[in-house]
């Protein structure tokens, strides 16, 4: 039996679209940023011989929500030369399927505790690709802070990989509008813009360009860049959901009016950026400095959100003596 944690990440550079849907390899590259908040701890204890059993919250999953769950078992059984059923419970502490990256944090402790319940000896890079297969965006939560997610050609050159970071200490503020579950999960949403979006090609081609930019911005340690780019990406994201047929729109009268209160908190010099993923909640990204006046600026313009300040966080690990 082991038991491991991790914390959703944010992507600064989106991960929107797949070239193939099995192995989960992106259509482009994206890069993030793990957090400290919501903790999301999986338990997985092998030798079970009723099959796979999981749960999540008390709740036993079924369907492709169980399905997602065996396939990342099946990859590590596969790896380990190992058959044995196991038993999955998880505990979330992050809204579930709100846009505030649970299957990120969820697959990336799913594959560290089932590795270690096999007995397979697994490095980041391998238990990333083995994240990957839950769902993409949890690749990037194997690592600590920033991370790049390098979309590869096929299963084994597709992994995150942490990236160093020598600015400021950044911080994250996340704005919850909505903690209700989306109505089109991520996966679902992603292949009907894929499908159906005139835009699609158009945000593929666009975002392999800004990851470079924002790589070169990290690099540099260029804070205002990475910010910019940030915005950028995130409304070129959510641009390419709106061509989709029939359209795919996250975000609510709320989520704007948060961009807009970035916005103006930029005007009176809080340097500080939005970002919005598959739901209706905004991100905020500014310095660690800056944190208090960014929640007290957004406070202000928009009281009936829930602010919670996040900071760099560590990536999934094993913990010992605690299960979910
Ligand atoms: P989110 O924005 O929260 O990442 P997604 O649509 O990407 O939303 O993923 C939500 C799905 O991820 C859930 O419906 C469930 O299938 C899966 N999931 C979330 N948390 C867990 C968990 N702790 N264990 C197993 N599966 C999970
Ligand atoms: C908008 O990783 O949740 O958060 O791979 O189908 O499980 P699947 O999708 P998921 O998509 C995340 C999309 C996003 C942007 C991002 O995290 O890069
Ligand atoms: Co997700």
Known sequence: MSTAIAHPNIALAKYWGKRDATLILPAAGSLSLTLDVFPTTT?????????DVVSLDGVQLSGDESGRVRTVLDRVRELSGRREHAHVTSVNTVPTAAGLASS???FAALATAAADAYGLEADDRMLSRIAR????????????????WNAGDDDESSYAEPLRWSGAP????????????????SRDAMRRTAESSPYFP?????????????????????????????????????ASM???VPPVRYLTAASIALFDAVV???ASGV??????????????????????????GLTALMPNADYVVAHAGSGSRIVDGEAA
């Not at 338990?43 to 099959?51: C, L, S």
């Not at 297969?133 to 990037?140: I, T, W």
């Not at 990851?211 to 804070?223: I, N, W």
């Open 43 to 51: 338990t997985v204890t092998v030798g079970e011989d009723d099959g």
């Open 104 to 106: 990120a944090a969820a």
């Open 133 to 148: 297969r839950g769902s993409g965006s949890a690749c990037r939560s194997i690592f600590a802070g920033l991370a790049r």
């Open 170 to 185: 950044l911080a994250m503020i996340v704005a919850v509008v909505s903690s209700g579950r989306k109505s089109v999960s």
């Open 202 to 238: 158009a945000w593929v081609e666009s975002s392999s360009a800004l990851l470079e930019q924002m790589s070169a911005a990290v690099a540099e340690a260029d804070f205002t860049r990475i910010g910019q780019l940030t915005e950028q990406s995130a409304l070129r994201m959510h």
């Open 242 to 244: 709106f061509g989709a």
């Open 264 to 266: 103006t908190l930029r």
């Open 271 to 296: 340097e500080a950026y939005a970002t919005a993923d598959a739901g209706p909640n905004v991100k905020v990204l500014c310095r660690a400095d800056d944190a208090r006046n960014v929640v007290d």
